[in-house]
């Protein structure tokens, strides 16, 4: 072998390895687009929940439905196009765009819907919008402090809140619970608030859309490889809440309530929001379980002191589904997270109950400038034909 | 250094490089494969909307719900083996095989539902699956000289329609107009097309479904590096369309109208079909906020007039969802794309209204050969037990 | 070119390389994680199919939706945690974890409401739970027996069943069988088990959802490469079944029956499972069609004489839904896989007859022990309020 001969293999090397790299293999801008296209897929099943899950659930009020749904339908519809703006500003922390801004405008859309729930079929149609334009700044706020460093108040990326157990679960019940503090009247307290069979069943479809595409919410920001242990936690917790549910329901009321299974068997998905990514499957079965236990109670115990302790209606028990959930999620990582920022954790949980709770009280009074209701709960009163 | 060593270091070289290459790099196949995956996703995605979609939406008919669902399960049982078969034939433009013709089937049985909307309860059972036979050649037809450069009238691939408005949309439209026109009897402009509070529920159902999945429509085909940008064109059309569908129904009808909500709020993903993948955010906003308009404004004005002024009944209203917004679409490509050919672009949306109007004109004549139901819209004339 | 120049060149070959495939290339460990999100994505159809597919459309029942609804969420939240927890650890063939594992439990959780729609609405809200205790370690034997080469039996690797039509369906719908057979009472046979307008609409929203997700149940854990070619058979055999639905409702039932529609049009789909991944479109339009045919016959002939004969009732008619297209479907295999080891798919099809059998008929006299519903079919006996 020659010099030259040694020095065009050598040379061949490098050309023959560049091409077999360029050619065959695929480049990692290729992996990015796919990836994205999973995260679209996973935001595309969080959509499913905003207008199918969280729609029917509420559907569950008798004649009151169109009503729901429509609200649903325009809440969505503000929402999206104002997180997102605002959001790709980087007004509020980094700005996301993307696919990572949809999934945060969805977080958001679904943040506001949970708020509305509290004040369901006692809002005038235009008002829901109106709602979601008060909620989103003081949404943003948090979440801007909590996890993008807002203010200097929490360290960034020292909250963990994976799954918004916090951000988007307890804040959007406290928000809501605030907003019904302000604005329940005596009328609306004397005005029962009842499901039939059939809006049982839809708002048992909602549950289920829910049930079923949880996973993807929980799971859609975290990278790849972290999908599958995400979702199997988040799956076994919604399981361990819909047996404590029934076990719950069935001590706590002498029989079935139609309404605890609807909602309380979610609670397992709320609450293993802040830890999807980080416990084992033990104890996001053990999460899953306390919060279907305490929603149910909430359910079938709390609500109607609560209600009459604070002279206010919560239409759909948001703050047995997402509000004592959430919060309990929240907690879940200072015991269970191991290394986790104790003051940062509690710190942003208290900054959520506050912000949460004086945003929604101050929502309430401005919402209420614009007049009630007459007749709650009823489809006939802004529906035609 | 000897020449020898030399010589090994370089073999050596090649022969780690193509080992790395082959061992711990992706090939482009398994690339390929893994985007098939994903537009396999969207399809499903838009099984969803053809029979949970379409099927549902079309059931706010009161009393004729069996027999919605039970058509659209036929139609689409008929047209996808159907179209598919023929498509991979090769006989009307290129032969699309695998994944892609997959989707390119499923759009050709969306536009067939969309058709069969127009005169929804006035045929017999078996009379969808004739319609579905006498409507595929003809959708072929016009997808071949729109898209695929047949008889060379429109310059392949000038044609801008990425998710359908013109294709798909209008042409299902204006085809089931044809179909009306020619097959509306005396007794069916008398009898009443009616909905009630639950028939309206469902069909909310399947307008939720439409709007969750809708992206996965006009971003089904689109590259992996396009798919979210993409969806969110078509998810912010939506949001446009929905604001102003509220705004107008409360406008023209001193009221909310519940199958305005369900169908209006569709009109800015029929409308942003066209250039979902090709305008930005804001004028997807408008594309859409605009189809929101027209829409509500064909079902709350323009239907009756068209209907006693073409003597005919469009139960579904699909000119007003589907027709009007489509054509809106294919226009807004002149005015929102750059360098668009707008000779290929005007005289394929004319070809597109004369072919589907004439072949919907023929088929209606043809299906009237064979009878009409005495009962419109009953689900009691065809179902027993 | 010295003797150092050219080592030096050959070093830098292989540093390139290597640069090139660890910094552009994606690794296998980057598309293994890509793959298992894919998996994951059909494991949510699949989790649809479970709660939103069989739970609805087993409402069909009149007056029994929300029991239903509950005893599916019951069901489903009592076998993932047992089989995940049982597969995980080995004892029952070989140990699968991660997203497999899940879809494999999800796969037995179908298996569980399958069986249990034979004894839908007669067994009291926990005796569901006791049922899916009793049934999982059955199946996993079964399981084990054929797909793991357990006890020797049965050639691992030799028995064709990808998407179930045996392992899955037709062990199901045979367990239940042996249920009812142990179960059923004297005051079962003479409760009727009826629908109506609302309840049917619901059961035919269930069946879509199972129609529209089934190509993801069956290409489920299939190699992406084989995921679109799987999916299109699947979809194809649907269509078969569907329209072969409707032709023998007709003529059997001289009019449409709306079960048959919501649950025959399925049989494509139950019976092209064993052979989803290695068969021609045209084979899998015969299967489906074929499977559509037997289904209708079932329900309309075969029931009323089986249920007489046998002293039973099957509420859900699963026998004709799940077991005679299951067990074509495994047979189908015997005709149209090549070089098929067809000893070893007779005696898995005996070896799952006999098993599921013969421990159903144990389960229903353990779980008639735990005693009998007074009023079957009604929501009212358990729900309160």
Redesign the interface.
């Known amino acids: 072998?020659?010099?030259?001969?040694?020095?065009l293999?050598?040379?061949?090397?490098?050309v023959?390895?560049?091409g077999?790299?360029?050619?065959?293999?695929?480049?990692?801008s290729?992996?990015a687009?796919?990836?994205?296209?999973?995260i679209?897929?996973r935001?595309?099943?969080v959509?499913?929940m905003l207008?199918?899950g969280f729609?029917?659930l509420m559907?569950f009020v008798r004649?009151y439905?169109?009503s729901a749904?429509?609200a649903t339908?325009?809440m969505?519809?503000?929402a999206?196009?104002a997180y997102?703006m605002l959001k790709t500003s980087g007004w509020f922390g980094h700005p996301a765009a993307?696919?990572e801004g949809?999934v945060l405008t969805e977080f958001a859309a679904a943040s506001l819907l949970i708020c509305a729930g509290a004040v369901l079929g006692r809002l005038k149609?235009w008002q829901y919008m109106i709602l979601a334009i008060l909620f989103l700044p003081a949404y943003m706020l948090n979440e801007w402090i909590l996890l993008d460093g807002g203010w200097g108040l929490v360290a960034s990326g020292a909250f963990v809140d994976t799954g918004g157990s916090i951000v988007i679960h307890a804040f959007g019940a406290l928000f809501g619970l605030g907003v019904a503090i302000s604005m329940t009247t005596a009328r609306d307290r004397g005005a029962a608030v009842a499901s039939d069979?059939?809006s049982?069943?839809?708002s048992?479809?909602g549950s289920?859309?829910l049930?079923?595409?949880w996973?993807?919410f929980c799971a859609a920001l975290v990278?790849?490889?972290s999908?599958?242990?995400t979702?199997?936690n988040v799956?076994?917790a919604?399981?361990?809440s819909?047996?404590l549910t029934?076990a719950a329901t069935?001590v706590l009321?002498?029989?079935?309530?139609?309404a605890d299974?609807a909602n309380a068997?979610l609670a397992g998905g709320v609450a293993i929001g802040s830890t999807c990514d980080r416990v084992s499957?033990p104890v996001a079965?053990l999460i899953g379980a306390v919060a279907g236990l305490a929603s149910t109670f909430g359910f079938a115990v709390v609500q109607d002191r609560l209600q009459k302790g604070l002279r206010l209606v919560d239409t759909c028990g948001v703050s047995n589904l997402h509000g004592i959930p959430g919060l309990l999620g929240g907690l879940a990582a200072l015991v269970f997270v191991g290394g986790i920022n104790c003051g940062a954790q509690g710190l942003g949980i208290g900054i959520t109950i506050v912000v949460a709770l004086v945003a929604g009280l101050v929502a309430g009074r401005v919402l209420a400038l614009s007049g009630h209701r007459d007749q709650p709960y009823q489809?006939a009163t802004?529906?035609?034909?």
């Open positions: 072998m020659t010099k030259r001969s040694a020095m293999l050598a040379v061949l090397g490098v023959l390895c560049s077999l790299a360029a050619s065959t293999a695929c480049a990692q290729d992996l687009a796919v990836t994205d296209v999973q679209y897929n935001a595309i099943h959509m499913a207008l199918l729609g029917f559907v004649g439905g169109l749904l429509t339908y325009l969505v519809a503000t999206i196009p997102f993307g696919i949809l149609m069979f059939t049982d069943r839809f048992l479809l289920m859309v049930w079923v595409f996973p993807s990278p790849a490889e999908v599958p242990a979702a199997m799956i076994i919604l399981c361990g819909t047996l029934y069935v009321r002498r029989g079935i309530n139609a299974i068997t499957l079965f489809d802004e529906f035609v034909e």
